[in-house]
């Protein structure tokens, strides 16, 4: 294929104007004035065809964090409770004081990490179970650790699998004596 052909199939695909009208070719002041269409200029004829720059949308600084959420202190001997919207939060007990976990029902048993500074003393409902989910902890040795639970759904065990998002809720507890 010859440089003209190229170049008039690129600015069809460029300008997005093949089958709107004849090709028409365009002669650059560099062609030393011979009317000879330069390869790399050629216009649509009989349609209008105009390019804009391309928009870049910035992305937020990814080293920014977001705002972190608040730290809760309990009176000491407390029960303190914990819901979905605490997620990603911290909270301070001193050893013998429990944590009361409440969440929706689609999700599983939550966990702490490391064992040994909170024990699960008791859970009830959670996924699969339909009910709400209700978890107790008790502080048992002073130190830091994470509790945690996923989102699950029945689907997500089938197949083939549903592809719904799961949602991750953890809080941070230190545990002081």
């Known amino acids: 294929m010859n440089m003209r052909r190229v170049a008039i199939v690129g600015a069809c695909l460029v300008l997005g ?14 062609d030393g004035g011979s009317g000879t269409p330069s390869a790399s200029a050629t216009a649509i004829a009989g349609g209008t065809a105009s390019a804009s720059p391309a928009t870049i949308n910035p992305q937020p600084n990814s080293s920014s964090s977001p705002e972190p959420k608040p730290t809760v202190h309990p009176r000491e001997g407390s029960l303190t409770v914990v819901t979905e919207s605490d997620s990603g939060s911290t909270f301070h007990l001193r050893v013998g004081d ?37 978890a107790f902890f008790r502080a048992d040795d002073a130190g830091n650790a994470d509790v945690d639970s996923t989102t699950d759904a029945a689907c997500l065990h089938a197949t083939p699998q549903c592809m719904i998002p799961q949602r991750l809720w953890s809080i941070h507890v230190i545990v002081s004596s």
């Open 98 to 134: 429990r944590l009361e976990v409440k969440l929706p029902a689609e999700y599983t048993t939550p966990a702490a990490h490391p064992a040994g500074v909170l024990t699960r003393t008791s859970s009830t409902g959670g996924y699969p179970s339909g009910d709400p989910l209700v």
């Open 17 to 30: 104007g093949c089958g709107r009208g004849a090709v028409t070719p365009i002669t650059t002041a560099g």
